[in-house]
């Protein structure tokens, strides 16, 4: 019976087939041929090419251009082989990598859009109090060291009676003086912390101390132009890349919504 039955054909075909079937899956020969075509085109090469001369100055001779090209097949086989191994997977790197392209190309079309007036009025109208135009200030100071408020005041009480500005100051490599000064100028030279108390300053006197990062001074404001809200044209660039960051902060929310709403997301502790 037995040899009867290794006598049929249907048996020897269906054995062959399992022999060409493990085969195939044995040498990975069944898998898609493409995954094992390898073009190097005139635009690859053009890019070698640029790559080299961007590096040395100077085009690549015929043997380093052969070099350029073994290589870029080189690394195309080993990176096909990576991924057949799944060495892609669960590494931080290669993953913050992806995320990172991924980002760029769903937002590489709105770098390009160009917006109009139109469109930055209406952003400057939604945001007032971001562009308006800093005050002005024009002022004496007086570097008074590192004294206590209780001292400086008694300085201060001096000078507002006629005292000689001079006979209490102390060497510093400020400027004593400063002539319609923006906010920005004034923190640059003097510090935030200085620059917040001048709208506090009743004009023509001296006042203080107003404290900075050196120590305290004795100020006097002899004018204030008030800030006001910008035109277009006063803070168009500023306008643009704000416009510009939301423009792009809202496609990535718009693509991530799109991408999770593909996904089944399960956390462990979460509802």
């Known amino acids: 019976m037995l040899r009867k039955f290794s006598r049929e054909p249907l048996i020897h075909f269906l054995g062959g087939a399992l022999l060409i079937f493990t085969f195939f899956w044995a040498t990975g020969t069944g898998r898609d041929p493409a995954d094992y075509e390898i073009s190097i085109d005139e635009t690859d090469i053009?890019?070698?090419?640029?790559?080299?001369?961007?590096?040395?100055?100077?085009?690549?001779?015929?043997?380093?251009?052969?070099?350029?090209?073994?290589?870029?097949?080189?690394?195309?086989?080993?990176?096909?082989?990576?991924l057949r191994l799944g060495l892609d997977k669960n590494d931080p790197v290669i993953r913050r990598r992806l995320f990172t392209k991924m980002r760029f190309i769903d937002s590489k079309d709105?770098?390009?859009?160009?917006?109009?007036?139109?469109?930055?009025?209406?952003w400057m109208d939604e945001h007032p109090g971001k562009y308006a135009l800093s005050p002005l200030y024009d002022f004496k100071q007086i570097y008074l060291g590192q004294i206590s408020a209780a001292q400086a005041s008694d300085w201060i009480d001096q000078l507002n009676n006629g005292g000689n500005p001079a006979a209490n100051a102390k060497s510093i490599s400020l400027p004593a003086s400063l002539e319609r000064a923006s906010i920005a100028e004034?923190?640059?030279?003097?510090?935030?912390?200085?620059?917040?108390?001048?709208?506090?300053?009743?004009l023509g006197l001296w006042s203080g101390p107003v404290a900075s990062g050196f120590g305290v001074h004795a100020v006097r404001v002899t004018a204030k132009t008030l800030g006001k809200k910008a035109a277009l044209d006063d803070v168009r660039q500023r306008v643009v890349n704000d416009w510009r960051a939301d423009q792009q902060a809202e496609q990535k929310e718009k693509a991530l919504s799109r991408y999770r709403g593909q996904y089944e997301i399960t956390v462990a502790g979460r509802p």
């Open 110 to 122: 709105e770098e390009n859009v160009a917006p109009t007036d139109t469109i930055l009025q209406q």
């Open 186 to 202: 004034i923190e640059r030279q003097f510090g935030d912390r200085f620059a917040g108390q001048l709208a506090k300053l009743e």
């Open 46 to 82: 053009d890019r070698l090419t640029t790559d080299w001369e961007r590096n040395f100055r100077r085009a690549p001779t015929q043997q380093e251009l052969d070099g350029l090209i073994d290589q870029e097949i080189t690394e195309e086989i080993y990176y096909r082989e990576a």
